[in-house]
């Protein structure tokens, strides 16, 4: 009856993370599947170990899939968190969307003219380097001449305060020595 106490107090979050060990995976791959970061899909398996006394990740991996296993009808689980779980309120879409990469158009979408689709304007997300799920960054020209000229600013300011503080530290030096002799 303990052991059944244990694997109740773990998560959803705790046993997609086992599932993801036991069917070989890393815990990048985990968090990709989840949609996590992988140090959030490693402090999930240690809590995990902790909580079924296992011995390393593989072992709680391999505990959880018993339990699952000898578990006819899992019970319906607590919510991992205040206020549920959507996923359970709603069956799930019968035609998922299509994933759209920025940068890409979306082929046999309603009136495809084979156009590029429209890219959002915002100007506070125009970085000058490629976001997760984009081929590419999506700056004009005149963007990307505009970040070259506050990048080189910013070089040449952080260059000159360092020459500062080498001048006032080379001085400070040349005080300190005479001081002292």
């Known amino acids: 009856m303990e052991d059944t106490a244990r694997f109740d107090r773990l998560t959803r979050r705790h046993r997609e993370c086992l599932r993801g060990v036991r069917q070989l995976k890393g815990s990048k791959e985990i968090a990709d599947d989840l949609g996590i970061e992988k140090s959030t899909v490693d402090s999930y398996l ?15 991996a391999l505990r959880w899939a018993e339990h699952e296993a000898s578990v006819s009808a899992p019970a319906p689980a607590a919510p991992d968190k205040i206020g549920g779980d959507s996923a359970r309120l709603s069956e799930p879409a019968a035609v998922l969307p299509v994933p759209v990469v920025p940068d ?3 082929v046999g979408a309603p009136g495809d003219t084979g156009e590029a689709t429209a890219r959002p304007s915002s100007p506070g997300s125009r970085l000058p380097y490629r976001r997760k799920g984009q081929r ?8 990307r001449l505009i970040w070259i000229q506050a990048i080189t600013l910013g070089i ?10 080498l001048q006032v530290l080379t001085r400070l030096i040349e005080v300190v020595t005479r001081h002292l002799s």
Not at 51 to 59: E, F, K, M, V
Not at 157 to 165: K, W, Y
């Open 136 to 143: 590419g960054n999506d700056l004009s020209v005149g963007d």
């Open 156 to 165: 040449a300011i952080g260059f000159g305060m360092l020459m500062t503080g």
């Open 46 to 60: 240690t809590e995990a170990v902790r909580l079924l006394g296992a011995r390393n990740r593989r072992d709680a």
């Open 104 to 106: 890409e158009m979306i």
